[in-house]
């Protein structure tokens, strides 16, 4: 008996050991990758539309830059506070009195980053909201062929930098009584946009800029779980420029 019990204690002691060295084991039949994703947690993808209406200055005139953009977009977070993020897609856009009133499409796309600068939030261990100040600053390029009447290019450099609420409705101790959607986000601030544009037809070639540059951001995003949203946001400068997403964290 005591054999008996001297075994299963040297059995119980190995066990451990042993099965972490189990699981310390790769299967050496299955590929290998020159690049391996880990954490998927910090990418995002989605789509993204855009209603363009600026007033630009065109040959010490105003006109209207007018047009539609639909994008897809991906996100990386490079660190939890800076976000790294890209969309490309197609265009259809118009400079009044310039192109016909259904322009042909085009292509585009933006690179940009988010850096969350400042946060305050209560000393509660489940947070449910908190502030945040966020800088986040773009450039876009885009085009539009009008089939052979003209064709525009513009590049937009926009930096913003709004004053960025968030709430969380997901169950805690402090709001429990609110559980249809995970979570909101409003934000509004100050924002500056640069447009460099050009349309030309044949020879003649006409450059273009923004009539104002100084400006206002605003819009909420609404998380219906964890990692799927849907969000607006309205540019005001001299015009109103609106943008729906819908991203997805993976």
Do not use: C
Not at 3 to 24: F, T, V, Y
Not at 107 to 122: D, V
Not at 135 to 161: C, F, N, P, S, Y
Request: net charge negative; hydrophobic share 45%; glycine share 8%.
């Amino acid at each position: 008996m005591k054999r008996l019990m001297a075994g299963g204690l040297m059995l119980a002691a190995l066990l451990p050991a042993a099965q972490g060295q189990w699981e310390k084991r790769e299967d050496a039949s299955a590929p290998v990758a020159m690049v391996t994703l880990s954490d998927a947690s910090r990418w995002q993808a989605g789509l993204a539309y855009a209603h363009v209406s600026r007033t630009v200055e065109m040959d010490v005139r105003e006109s209207r830059l007018q047009g539609d953009v639909a994008d897809v977009f991906l996100g990386f977070s490079v660190a939890p506070w800076l976000q790294l993020y890209g969309q490309t897609g197609v265009s259809r856009a118009r400079v009044d009195d310039l192109l016909n009133p259904r322009p042909g499409a085009g292509a585009g796309g933006l690179l940009g980053a988010k850096w969350n600068l400042w946060q305050f939030h209560g000393d509660h261990p489940e947070k449910s909201w908190r502030f945040t100040i966020p800088l986040d600053a773009q450039i876009a390029h885009r085009t539009t062929d009008d089939k052979g009447a003209g064709e525009i290019r513009w590049t937009e450099i926009l930096v913003m930098l709004p004053l960025d609420y968030h709430l969380t409705f997901a169950h805690n101790s402090r709001n429990f009584y609110m559980s249809e959607f995970h979570s909101l986000r409003l934000y509004a601030g100050p924002a500056f946009s640069d447009i460099d544009g050009t349309w030309e037809a044949g020879d003649t070639r006409r450059d273009f800029e923004e009539s104002e540059s100084l400006g206002a951001v605003a819009g909420a995003e609404l998380w219906l779980l964890e990692n799927v949203s849907f969000g607006a946001r309205a540019d005001w400068f001299d015009s109103t420029t609106l943008h729906v997403t819908a991203p997805y964290r993976f």
